[in-house]
């Protein structure tokens, strides 16, 4: 770990060597569990990122398992700067937990959201899945409700998805023993009318937010603005590039430029625009849709799966549910055009 933090540190120096970079406006730990790191390799991490230009009014994030935080670490990671937590609470009921093989209890989860209040936390997100085996919409209510109940300002609320190689893969063949399509649709219906109801705006297909803490660092990608990605699997887009660092030992290498061992991506502006702008409460822009885009979402929005705005169009919840299948129509339509 400690030689981890070391490349990452240099590699973060290093960025002063590019050209068009002036400040950073968020900063986020995130992908797996970097709580694991330890405390203070987080924060001689972000005291290095503050160093190569970190904005007074930043957002620094910090992605969090209940089981791997204590009181004391996060008054230290709260006075170090980090100023937003996401805490991946999942279920609050034990037999979910532990069909995800989860490490934390549902005291632990409450237990860390009471704690990061105490720390001096006010941006506090949770993460909950929904289609979990055994799951009905009543309980999966139950949980949004509980979260609720600790006065979180933001709640990420993701449809599982079986990834072969898993061991919940292997447990659920072909999705065995898990809530259906229909049945997860319900679920996550009811669930995004809760939060709803309870003042958390849906401002992206999985994301909603009280009003003023939407995660400004994701809302960057989804509005392809520019960012620097550092660490094994860490994707980038900077200077009209996209470029990532592969899994292995490429980002430890010896390196004369922050982005050595980098893989540079395909990159379309306008397809990955349309992507991600309808996954968002945003929607896109009539003048940006290929021909035939906006008559397609015409007809999504006769169906209810969305709806018209004063620039374009905007997926409902019942079009995020098949946002996949209208994004490649659209994207269809405008590749046999040309």
């Known amino acids: 770990m400690d030689a981890y933090t070391d490349v990452l540190i240099r590699r ?9 970079i002036r400040q950073f406006s968020s900063v986020y730990f995130g992908g797996g569990t970097p ?45 170090s700067g980090f100023n937003r937590i996401s805490i991946g609470v999942q279920s609050f009921f034990p037999e979910e937990l532990s069909a995800l ?7 632990d989860a409450k237990k860390a959201v009471s704690d990061a209040f105490g720390a001096g936390f006010s941006n506090i997100s949770l993460d ?3 289609g979990l085996p055994g799951q009905t919409v009543r309980r999966a209510e139950s949980s949004v409700d509980e979260a609720l109940a600790l006065g979180v300002t933001h709640l990420s609320a993701y449809c599982l998805k ?5 061991p919940m893969y292997r447990a659920h063949p072909g999705g065995r023993g898990l809530p259906d399509d229909d049945e997860t649709a319900d679920i996550y219906l009811s669930c995004t009318e809760k939060l709803s109801a309870a003042g958390l705006e849906q401002y992206e297909i999985s994301n909603f937010a009280r009003p003023g803490f939407r995660c400004r660092h994701n809302l960057l990608y989804w509005e392809l603005g520019e960012y620097i990605g550092l660490g094994p699997s860490a994707h980038s887009f900077f200077g009209g590039k996209r470029f990532f660092f592969p899994r292995g030992s490429s980002f430890s290498a010896p390196f004369s430029h922050p982005f050595s061992g980098a893989e540079q991506e395909n990159f379309d502006p306008e397809t990955e625009y349309i992507m991600l702008s309808l996954r968002t409460s945003k929607g896109v822009s009539r003048r940006r849709l290929p021909p035939g ?10 169906h209810g799966l969305a709806r018209e705005t004063e620039d374009g169009f905007r997926l409902t919840p019942e079009g995020f ?3 996949n299948q209208i994004i490649s129509d659209i994207l269809l339509k405008g590749n046999t055009s040309t």
Do not use: F, W, Y
């Not at 079986?162 to 898993?166: A, I």
């Open 35 to 79: 709580t694991a790191l330890g405390v203070r390799r987080l924060c001689s991490i972000l005291d290095e990122a503050a160093k190569a230009g970190l904005a007074g009014n930043a957002e620094v994030s910090l992605e969090a398992n209940p089981a791997t935080v204590r009181p004391e670490g996060l008054r230290s990671l709260r006075s």
């Open 12 to 20: 973060i120096r290093a960025l002063s060597s590019l050209s068009g």
């Open 162 to 166: 079986l990834e072969p190689g898993t």
């Open 321 to 323: 549910l098949v946002s």
């Open 128 to 130: 909950l899945m929904l």
């Open 101 to 107: 093989g989860r490490i934390h209890t549902v005291s």
């Open 293 to 302: 885009g906006a008559e397609l979402l015409s007809q999504c929005a006769s």
